[in-house]
């Protein structure tokens, strides 16, 4: 993962999470093609930056990174909603990267619910992740709602007003939340480059200006899940 992000607790989270995350699907819809699209696309660029040298550039499902490397997440939403973000790290913590949890870096104004036009850097404009020295395989969550979802968002304050614990079979666990969501995944969501002439995004950060041109979640729907998987070595 990340320096700086604090130890969750996992075992009560992993269960509930799944019904938790089945609220956001409508009670007369239960395949991904029946939930409403998020029109024309969401706009989402995975970036790192090997070893915080050179320039950004896009991660995806199945990429490689390495320790040291920085790495951040943009996005514009079209519609004004909810955005959560999870992260499972190579030590099988899960931490929520959006509503941000402590991150005493992190943008204040990272809060849902999210507003139409308006972009957001995770953590922040001018700062990004660092992975530590844990290697092993990562995964990225993201779901997107029109309505909070107040099941999962109740669970996650008490998950975490009840402080950190050391659990006996972490991998289990992890396997246990991916398979869960998995099971929300929309296979057909494809990250595509941009095709309509978009500006490119810019920011500053340690003092050097970057640039990259915008990426968009195609097929995105409504409480789906789109999740990118990448190897930590």
Partial sequence: MYAFCSKLKLLSFLFAIGLSLMGCVSSSSTTAQNRGLVQKGFEINYLYRASGNGEF????????????????????????????????????????????????????ENRNPVVKGQ??????????????????????????TPTPDAKLEALYEKMQARGNV??????????????????????????????????????????EQFSVLPQYLKNMCEGCVYIVNFQHL
Avoid at 68 to 75: E, N, Q, V
Avoid at 123 to 144: C, D, H, M, T, W
């Fill in 119 to 144: 972009r957001y850097f995770i953590p922040a404009r001018n700062k990004s992740f660092k992975l530590n020295q844990q290697v092993g395989e990562e995964s990225i969550y993201l779901v997107i």
């Fill in 57 to 108: 550039k896009p991660f995806s499902n199945g990429s490689i990174l390495h320790s040291g490397d920085h790495y951040k997440l943009i996005f514009e939403p079209i519609i004004n909603g909810y955005v959560y973000i999870f992260q499972i790290d190579s030590a099988h913590k899960i931490v929520r990267l959006f509503p941000p949890d402590d991150f005493i870096f992190a943008a204040t």
């Fill in 166 to 207: 050391d659990e006996s079979s972490p991998e289990s666990l992890r396997t246990q939340w991916h398979n869960t969501m998995i099971k929300l995944r929309a296979p057909e969501i494809e990250l595509v480059d941009d095709d309509q002439g978009s500006l490119p995004i810019t920011w500053h950060e340690q003092g």
